[in-house]
């Protein structure tokens, strides 16, 4: 193995390799095809919108109160909130390993001492210790603090955590009439904090395995246990005989216009318009035949956008 290693990663996608049922074989097509997946997990709009008004409602408390109402607790001392670059490009540290860690957290708040914590909003129903998810979580936060403490300088992280966000749907269905006022649906959502430590150890263990798994120039061992992997190779034969036969198509258009630059730009969003259309339409299909949705606690559900496309 190299002693340096050009290898990105968000803290996310690294906390993965701490999940129980976590497959090394799903992790190395993940960090090595630059696969854009034909098919959407969430609907992106809404869970965005939400985060915003999350980010407001916060934002409001500590303009009025300069800290946040008890429900808030164990953040509830934070005076106010600390600048640092949005954006996946700026907000990022280069380890000695070579290793660069990328992706920036939610939200950064100053304490009345100077150190800061780290937080990212989930809004979700709040699974706490029962949630298999909550080691990713874990690593993703303490990633984050991590960049923010070293790679930024932005101060001591003394406290990490998730902000819950859960919708209170079921008293909704069963007050329905209560909250549909003046032509609107008003869903209550109910915010919980979880504070996680923040120990920089626990990066080292995920951080190992995700180089050799980067350096490795051949996937893993499929393993039987994993369903994801039966799933993945699915997928990949598909796109593998759409992409064979859209190339063929391409050709053909490319060399009847002397491959000009306006045809191969015109060619180039075409198949991008047709590749998605046909991914997902096939995927209507399979979904009817079979079970084809990834494990919701598994690699392939839960990587997160970045360098390969996702943007
Ligand atoms: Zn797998």
């Not at 993940?30 to 854009?36: A, E, I, N, Q, V």
């Not at 051949?218 to 369903?227: I, L, V």
């Amino acid at each position: 193995m190299k002693t340096t290693t050009d290898l990105r990663i968000t803290p996310k996608r690294l906390g993965l390799i701490e999940v129980e049922t976590f497959c090394e074989r799903c992790f190395w097509y993940r960090l090595h095809l630059r696969f854009r997946e034909p098919f959407s997990f969430f609907g992106g709009a809404i869970f965005k919108n939400m985060e915003q008004a999350e980010m407001a409602i916060i934002g409001a408390f500590l303009e009025k109160d300069g800290k946040l109402p008890k429900e808030f607790a164990p953040f509830c001392e934070v005076v106010g909130r600390v600048e640092y670059p949005r954006h996946w490009t700026k907000y990022k540290y280069v380890l000695d390993s070579g290793v660069e860690l990328y992706g920036e957290p939610d939200d950064i708040f100053e304490f009345a001492d100077g150190s800061i914590a780290v937080i990212d909003h989930k809004t979700a129903q709040a699974k706490g210790v029962g949630d298999p998810l909550l080691p990713c979580y874990e690593i993703q936060v303490i990633g984050y603090g991590f960049i923010a403490e070293f790679g930024l300088l932005l101060g001591e992280v003394s406290r990490g955590g998730l902000l819950y966000w859960s919708a209170n749907h079921e008293i909704v269905i069963a007050e329905p009439d209560k909250f549909y006022r003046n032509q609107k649906l008003w869903m209550p959502f109910t915010p919980k904090p979880h504070p996680i430590a923040i120990d920089y150890k626990r990066l080292e263990a995920p951080l190992k395995r995700a180089v050799e798994l980067w350096e490795a120039k051949t996937p893993p061992a499929r393993t039987e246990k994993c369903q994801d992997c039966q799933k993945f190779d699915a997928l990949l034969a598909i796109e593998a005989e759409v992409q064979k036969q859209l190339n063929l198509n391409d050709q053909i258009v490319l060399s009847g216009t002397g491959n000009n630059s306006w045809a191969l730009n015109q060619v180039t969003r075409r198949a991008y318009i047709e590749t998605s259309a046909r991914s997902s339409a096939m995927r209507d299909l399979l979904d009817e035949a079979s079970d084809l949705t990834f494990a919701s606690d598994g690699v392939m559900a839960n990587w997160e956008a970045g360098y390969d496309g996702g943007f």
